[in-house]
């Protein structure tokens, strides 16, 4: 079974310092990995998305995550922090086997000028 | 915009009211799923259609609630006889195909007083 924890629902750095929401993932077979970002009263946006190309993940707005299968992590950063960048982040997994995703409990990202 | 969309944003009730939400996936995308987010959480997986087929049932879905795509297009989520802990926000999203990116709707907002 598939599973997903954020090991932080909470983190707060200041303006143009780097970010890092940490992920550690569980799954059966080779996952897929996917970072989300939901912004208040906004639909959730696709960051970026890991399917066994790049362990180093490139995605919008300056984000990008690594895969390490040995640690099953799949953390993401940022190296310098914007305003703009405070909304909920989510990550998300789904088994190469199975169509559904499931979500982490969500790490709420604020900014501080 | 050809994103998802979702009808309501928004949908307060009383309790015992039926109430029903449509979304409206990516017009080329075979697959529709829906999810349940609550307060603090992240989105749960509640049900899936491939074209009009609904392929799973999530243990989440009670018999108060039931999810059709007579056409393989838009789609309806009914809840009959709603209760407190139906509140929640509803989430929509669209792939091409199974193990795709998921592409979410802004929600519909529901508070049962």
Avoid at chain 1, 4 to 14: A, E, F
Avoid at chain 2, 4 to 32: A, M, W
Avoid at chain 2, 49 to 57: G, R
Wanted: net charge positive.
């Amino acid at each position: 079974a598939q599973s997903v924890t954020q090991l932080d629902s909470h983190v707060s750095v200041s303006e143009g310092t780097p970010v890092l929401l940490r992920c550690n993932y569980s799954s059966s077979y080779s996952p897929s990995l996917f970072w989300y970002v939901q912004h208040p009263n906004k639909g959730l946006q696709l960051l970026l998305k890991y399917t066994s190309a790049a362990t180093l993940v490139k995605g919008i707005n300056g984000f990008e995550a690594e895969f390490k299968k040995s640690e099953t992590s799949f953390h993401l950063t940022k190296p310098s922090a914007h305003m703009s960048d405070a909304a909920e982040y989510f990550c998300v997994v789904s088994d190469r086997g199975d169509d559904k995703i499931i979500f982490g409990k969500g790490t709420r990202l604020h900014i501080l000028p | 915009d050809t994103g998802v969309s979702q009808d309501p944003r928004h949908k307060i009730t009383k309790r015992g009211q039926n109430v029903t939400f449509r979304c409206d996936p990516i017009s080329e995308h075979n697959r529709l799923y829906w999810y349940r987010q609550t307060l603090g959480q992240g989105p749960e997986f509640l049900t899936y259609f491939q074209n009009e087929a609904q392929l799973e049932k999530s243990r989440l879905l009670s018999d108060r609630f039931s999810a059709e795509r007579p056409k393989g297009s838009f789609s309806t989520l009914e809840i009959q006889r709603t209760e407190q802990g139906d509140s929640a926000m509803y989430l929509c999203a669209s792939s091409p195909e199974g193990r795709a990116t998921q592409y979410f709707g802004p929600g519909t907002r529901l508070l049962v007083l």
